[in-house]
């Protein structure tokens, strides 16, 4: 339909309206036996009990013709469920849990499943049950809700498309036979369960999926021919390199930077004016460390300061390493490392010929 | 249908119809001035009023507007008085919800509106009285109120609604016949090629009288459109002689 975008919450007014169809043909027309005892209680001063019947409908995969398998989800669920049992003597009511009584089914007169069609090109094709791509392309709706009794429970025609006799009385012949096989399935489903719970076998949703089975996407199998497979594997082997071998040493300028193995010298030209305080070049051979920021992590500057072959990667006197500042409060934390390293640290730096320049703290 | 015969062993309804009569239909078109369209329709004792606006400019968003083809804008309401107890909710309610919505596809269906590209026809239908068939008054007085409005459509839309009673197909249900609880189908039909335009049943009908029951609607259709097509020649042969021709 033109105007049916797939957002759900656009086009809800229109879902809204087959449900409630769908709804309709459970609720309004004795699909439940209403009148007996066990559903209504009226005692003495004319007061009546109502039992309320709650259908929570959670759609978890959207792949076309919701309201289909809505429908039989909604019906399936009400057969299957099972009530408290209840006994009325004049005034009272008493309600029995169900480890007294057993739980007691509704009594269902008839099962209304609903079966959609989507016309296309002006009513030249129909298709049943159509998938999600195909109903974004579809010009209209028909929704047939048929019982196994062959008895129309609703239409409702939807997207302004123009249908003919024929076509109306065509498609609830369709619908009739595609009910009466979901019936059969459902009964057989039905009694499936109770069967497994009677024997005190596994039953529930998860027993309810095939295991085994990929039920999302499914790719046809393509043939490969796998003969030579061996001794291809083995020429690759033979004539490729050996990886180069790798150590990564981090070497830890300030907590928080690092640098790891040499940077690309910098092929950019003569670059007089840019910005000399990138971290990762790695550096020229003057290193600047801010006075009173010392790794506590467990590595000393020391330690680092003493690694054979410091980086050098270009000669250049002008290029010059800062490091920036961390956050103020971590250099806080450590002032009472500082007191010890820093004997260390002179006579270290200045073996290196680093700078010390105060902090702007 | 309980203690009351909603057909009697002589073939005559409640209110004397025969199984396939229709109510005294009466209608008149361009009863207000100030709309594009206007036109009242009366079918037996359900009156219903249209009103037709347009082809204007899209009100509110532009983003709404479709770049091939017009917007039919369609809301009911229903009065407060139009039913035997007082509505609270003439409209907003879920209900005059899908009527509107229900109207719009059947209009959106019979509307040339590849003619009004970008722009928006506004359809307002009042419910004055429900005696049952609300859904085809509405329907008819809105044919009549956009061929007032002078937009083009494809053919007629009449309406009518039938049920299935005692193995005969009844038309054009009354209040106390809707109320019995028996299978309702309406039904929108472009007479000339005798296509549907919308097809709406809630009840149980078993599939072999479905059939009658289309049949029932459909010829019930075409006599409303003889009626219809009457009512428009009238008007026009009224509004020529004032124009003077």
Known sequence: ?361 | MAGLELLSDQGYRVDGRRAGELRKIQARMGVFSQADGSAYIEQGNTKALAVVYGPHEIRGSRSRALPDRALVNCQYSSATFSTGERKRRPHGDRKSCEMGLQLRQTFEAAILTQLHPRSQIDIYVQVLQADGGTYAACVNAATLAVLDAGIPMRDFVCACSAGFVDGTALADLSHVEEAAGGPQLALALLPASGQIALLEMDARLHEDHLERVLEAAARAARDVHTLLDRVVRQHVREASVLLGD
């Open chain 1, 1 to 361: 339909m033109a105007d049916k975008p797939m957002i759900i919450g656009t086009s809800r007014s229109h879902l809204e309206q087959i449900m409630d169809a769908v709804l309709w043909s459970l609720g309004k027309q004795e699909f439940l036996d209403r009148f007996p005892v066990n559903l209504f209680l009226q005692n003495s001063t004319g007061q009546l009990k109502v039992w309320q019947i709650r259908v929570d409908l959670h759609l978890l995969n959207h792949d076309g013709n919701i309201i289909d398998a809505a429908s039989i989800a909604a019906i399936v669920a009400l057969c299957h469920f099972r009530r408290p049992d209840v006994s009325v003597q004049g005034d009272e009511v008493t309600l029995y849990t169900p480890e007294e009584r057993d739980p007691v089914p509704l009594s269902i007169h008839h099962m209304p499943i609903c079966v959609s069609f989507a016309f296309f090109q002006q009513g030249t094709f129909l298709l049943v049950d159509p998938s999600e791509r195909e109903e974004r392309v579809m010009d209209g709706l028909l929704v047939i809700a048929v019982n196994k009794h062959r008895e129309i429970c609703t239409i409702q025609s939807s997207g302004g498309i123009m249908l003919l006799n024929e076509q109306v009385l065509r498609c609830s012949k369709i619908a009739g036979v595609k009910v009466a096989e979901i019936t059969e399935l459902i009964q057989k489903a039905l009694e499936n369960d109770q069967k497994v719970r009677k024997e005190g076998g596994k039953f529930g949703f998860a027993e309810s999926i095939a295991k085994q089975r990929i039920t999302a996407f499914k790719m046809e199998e393509a043939p490969v021919d796998t003969s030579d497979v061996e001794e291809k594997a083995e020429e690759i082997l033979a004539e490729a390199e050996p990886p180069p071998d790798v150590v990564s040493k981090p070497v830890l300028w300030t907590p928080g930077t690092a640098q790891i193995g040499e940077g690309v010298e910098n092929s950019w030209g003569d670059l007089e004016d840019s910005e000399k305080e990138d971290e990762d070049e790695g550096g020229s051979d003057e290193a600047i460390i801010f006075k009173g920021v010392r790794m506590d992590v467990g590595m000393e500057v020391s330690n680092t300061g003493s690694q054979e072959a410091p980086i050098v990667l270009s000669d250049s006197e002008e290029e010059e390493t800062i490091i920036l500042e961390p956050d103020k409060n971590p250099k806080k934390i450590r002032t009472q490392t500082i007191s010890a390293k820093q004997e260390k640290a002179p006579s270290k730096t200045a073996a290196k010929k680093r700078k010390k320049k105060r902090t702007a703290n």
